[in-house]
Each structure stands twice: as structure tokens, then as C-alpha cells.
């Protein structure tokens, strides 16, 4: 090939992938709180004396920053944070929110993606450590909180709900939220994770209707055999394997009132909603060992009618994630049903030999 060709194809290349190196920068900057220290006009070295980072690391940074428009540059050498583009990246805002889903995608998603030559040649797999990335997904999987909480609230709302259990809670900051709407509805959270149920603990220490416990969702079950009304299954499918999806829900089908309810939230494969998005997830997920391929709509109905439940109001929340979020209802089992069915049938049959009985008598 012509090496003139060959050079504009890289050209190409490199200006097209330009687009990582804003979030490259606004990670460094988030995790070393560096807009803050750049919130007024200060020059490199001074910030330098101040946090004792490399004057030569820092004045590189800075040089990122002043080319993707995050910093602007100043008379005297110094440079200022804009806040237009940076704010939601500067203070000690305790809400998740765009530092966590940087340090995700940086911390977690990109390294696995950049070993996929290795898991391919060498049929490795990487494994999620709990215990490590727990707490930060738990934060990004609360952003999803603010699209589907109405929907939620509004469906218990219109039902007489006792109890709410959260399966894979996180921080408990769905039941937070839902213990404001309902103060006499009693919910547990539950997730794997002691650090992140430790976190869930301190942040409703002030909420009194809402309890924490560590547990597995493949083990889990409710203390004394107490049914329950509604269960939070949000972001959990990843986690269990696809042929163990179905014990899962035909297990919590034993677990929830007859006219109870399984809130479900899951990004999902193959929809016509944010498929570079949900393509990617999809493959971070497959290159673990402990982690797993996302559902599709049709492996969800198939899980739905084998564990007889009725699956409705799936749609997108998020679109661009292809973020989907629906209910499941039980129904009769075949069996209850063939017998309900048998004794309506009869007593059909004697409501009609009655009445025919009063037609001949008259």
C-alpha cells in the first residue's frame, strides 16, 4: 500500500480516537481533585508546592486540560477551571455522578477491554473483586435511581404494600428514597458486598423502616417464611449466569405475594437502543469469570413464562445505555390453573342445571 495512503489512514485513526483523551484528563483531574485546586486562577508551580505532584506530570496535565477546553489559560501564567465543563467534576459532592462513572470506566472497563487479546489467546478470564469495585458500581448503578424512582413509587403507591426488599441494594439508596414516600412499609436491602452494606447502614442510621443484610441473591430467602410484597431485582442479571437465571426467579416466585411484584432494571443486549453502549458493557461482563453476558428481550419472556410470571412494561429508561426497566407478576402456576379451571367449570355446570331446573318449574 502506498505509504502516503497508509499515513492518512493513521491520520485519520488518531483524529477520530481524539475523543478519550477529555475523559483520560477529567479522570486524573477528578481523582487528584486538581479543579478544585485550579477553582481560581493559580499557576503550575504554585499548585505544584501546594500538592506535591510533579511540577513536570502536572504541567503536562495542565497542557491537556488548556487543549480540551477543561482549563483556560490566564495572564501571569495561570490557569483557572472552567466551570462550565468541569463543575460537576469539582467539590466534595457525596452523589454519585459523573466522577463515578469515570473512575468505572477508567478503573474497570478499560483495563479489562485492553486484555481482551490476552483473554483470547489464552481462554483466561479476568475476575470482578467484589470487595474492591463493589462500592463504585454500587454508586453508578444509583444513578439510575433518578429515571426509574417515580415509576416505582407510583406503582406501590397504587397497591397496599407491606414490606420492599432490595436484592443487590448497594448504598439502599432506592429504599432511602422510597422510605420518605412510605414510612410504614418495612424493607430490608440486601447485598453481597460487607463494605457496601456497612456504607448502606451509616447512610439510613436516621431512616428507622429500612434494615441491612449481607447475603447472596442465589441463596437468598426471607427470615420466618414471610412472603413479600414487592422485590427490587435491579442490575443483578449480570451477576447470576444464564442458566441459573431461571432457579433464581422461580425461587423468588416462592418468595413474593400472590399479588406482589418483582421490579426489574437491566441494561439489555440486542434492542434498538443504545447498542454501542450495551455491546461494550456487554463485553466487559463476558470477559470475566464471575461476570456474565447481559439478557436479551427474548431470554427475558422465555425466564418470565418458565418461572410463571407475567412480564410487562419493559422499556428503556436510558436510552443511550439501552437501560430498560419492567415488572414481573406472578401467575397461577399450570397446575393451580388446570384445577381452578376444573371446579369453575362445575360449578358452572351447576349454576346451569339450577336455572334450568327454575325455567322448567315456572
Known sequence: MNEWVVAMQARKWMKKNESFLPSWHAYVGSELELFDEFKK??????????????????ASWVKVGVAVKHLKKRPNNRYRTSKKRCGPLMGND????????????????????????????????????HEKHGSVVAETSALL???AIKKIIKMIRDRKVKSIVDLGCGHGGYLRKLATEFPDIEMIGVDINQKV?????????????VKFEVGDIQNWEPEDEQKVDVILLHNIFHYIAPEDRSSVLHQLHEYVTKRGL?????????????????????SFFVAHSNLFAL???????????????????????????????????????????????????????????????????S
Open 41 to 58: 486562577a493559580k499557576t503550575i508551580e504554585k499548585v505544584s508546592e501546594d500538592t506535591g505532584y510533579p511540577l513536570d506530570l502536572l
Open 94 to 129: 457525596q452523589s454519585p455522578g459523573v466522577k463515578a462513572l469515570l473512575k468505572e470506566m477508567m478503573e474497570l472497563h478499560i483495563p479489562t477491554l485492553l486484555q481482551y487479546p490476552k483473554f483470547m489467546k489464552s481462554e483466561e478470564r479476568a475476575v470482578f473483586d
Open 145 to 147: 435511581e433518578h429515571f
Open 197 to 209: 452494606i456497612e456504607e448502606a447502614k451509616e447512610l439510613s442510621k436516621d431512616v428507622p423502616n
Open 262 to 282: 418483582i421490579s426489574i432494571i437491566s441494561p439489555i443486549s440486542e434492542t434498538e437502543h443504545g447498542e454501542a453502549f450495551s455491546s461494550a458493557f456487554n
Open 295 to 361: 439478557p436479551n428481550k427474548e431470554e427475558l419472556e422465555d425466564i418470565a413464562e418458565k418461572c410463571h410470571f407475567d412480564l410487562f412494561d419493559l422499556d428503556p429508561i436510558v436510552k443511550e445505555g439501552s437501560w430498560y426497566t419492567g415488572w414481573l407478576s406472578p401467575t397461577t402456576p399450570v397446575m393451580e390453573l388446570s384445577q381452578t379451571q376444573t371446579v369453575d367449570n362445575a360449578e358452572n355446570k351447576v349454576t346451569a342445571n339450577k336455572v334450568k331446573q327454575a325455567e322448567l318449574t
